[in-house]
């Protein structure tokens, strides 16, 4: 299985979330799974793809052009893929995932997070979508998620697309479950 691991290009303040990225990886090679992210060598993002790479598993990175040097691009896993645009690059690591977890992050990984939702909802792609609510760094983006079904803009069966897990074992038992 693939997992298209959404994720910060920067470490953030809490080291827990370093070491969960470490055991991430870990784990993930453990149950045969490969990963998919987008590309770089720094941040959660490098801590995770070397996590994997160390542990013997394989890793896909898909990083666009204009950010090649800024992310700086990791040049030692599996497959580097270099495209054009962000829009491209979400297109190949939806292509390439089976499943798709986010980890803390900041905008970019909110945005794809969201959009990858939106897929399953509109029919794109039926693939399952979890987020690793380490120490509750989601709590208030679920609270807003089932606000919004309580006042009726988002379906309750939609709602479900997204899993809440709230640990690595949970998050790879989502990730493995069919919608």
């Excluded at 992210?37 to 720094?42: C, D």
């Excluded at 992310?71 to 896993?77: M, S, T, Y």
């Excluded at 798709?100 to 992050?105: H, K, M, N, S």
Aim: net charge negative; proline share 2%.
């Amino acid at each position: 299985m693939n997992i298209c691991v959404y994720c910060g290009s920067s470490l953030g303040k809490n080291e827990k979330i370093k070491e969960q990225a470490i055991s991430l990886g870990e784990l993930m090679c453990k149950r045969g799974h490969h990963l998919v992210y987008g590309g770089a060598s720094r941040g959660i993002m490098g801590v995770l793809a070397d996590s994997v790479m160390q542990n013997g598993g394989e890793v896909v990175g898909v990083i666009p052009k204009n950010l090649f040097k800024k992310e700086v691009a990791h040049k030692g896993i599996t497959e580097l893929i270099t495209v054009d645009g962000m829009h491209q690059r979400k297109s190949i690591m939806a292509d390439r995932a089976d499943a798709f977890l986010a980890l803390p992050g900041g905008f970019g990984t909110l945005e794809e997070l969201f959009e990858i939702i939106t897929w399953n909802q509109i029919g794109i792609i039926s693939k399952p979508v979890v987020v690793y609510n380490l120490n509750g760094y989601f709590d208030s983006l679920i609270q807003m998620i089932d606000h919004a079904v309580d006042v009726g803009f988002i379906k309750p069966g939609n709602r479900k697309i997204l899993r809440v897990a709230e640990t690595l074992e949970d998050c790879m038992k989502f990730c493995e479950q069919e919608l």
